[in-house]
Nanobody, 122 residues
Framework: VQLQASGGGLVQAGGSLRLSCAASGRTIGLYVMGWFRQAPGKEREFVAAISRGGGNTYYADSVKGRFTISRDNAKNTASLQMNILKPEDTAVYYC????????????????WGQGTLVTVSS
């Protein structure tokens, strides 16, 4: 499956952005979908994940209550709504698809998008 992330940009602290992940090649209904981010000089970290049917969601503590992950299997897309953005949310955001049992681990994902840059100014 090929993944294309979009929706990044420059936003002021307190603002919102919505990231989208468009899939092609296979239906994303086969996969757990996740979002990760990587800030300059830091390791890639887990942000959020959603189960195949969308019934279960998982969030990093740092984004809980501010970010919402969703998916539309019929449209083969996943999204990440980001509200109350903070400067520390600045990073390249990656969507991923996989079947692993630990949705917060990069090892659970087999397919990765190219990333979209989110910059939050203070």
């Amino acid at each position: 499956v090929q993944l294309q992330a979009s929706g990044g940009g420059l936003v002021q602290a307190g603002g919102s952005l919505r990231l989208s992940c468009a899939a092609s090649g296979r239906t994303i209904g086969l996969y757990v979908m996740g979002w990760f981010r990587q800030a300059p000089g830091k390791e890639r970290e887990f942000v959020a994940a959603i189960s195949r049917g969308g019934g279960n969601t998982y969030y990093a503590d740092s984004v809980k209550g501010r970010f919402t992950i969703s998916r539309d299997n019929a449209k083969n897309t996943a999204s990440l709504q980001m509200n109350i953005l903070k400067p520390e949310d600045t990073a390249v955001y990656y969507c991923a698809a996989g079947g692993g049992s630990r949705p917060s681990s990069t090892s659970a994902y087999d397919y990765w998008g190219q990333g979209t840059l989110v910059t939050v100014s203070s």
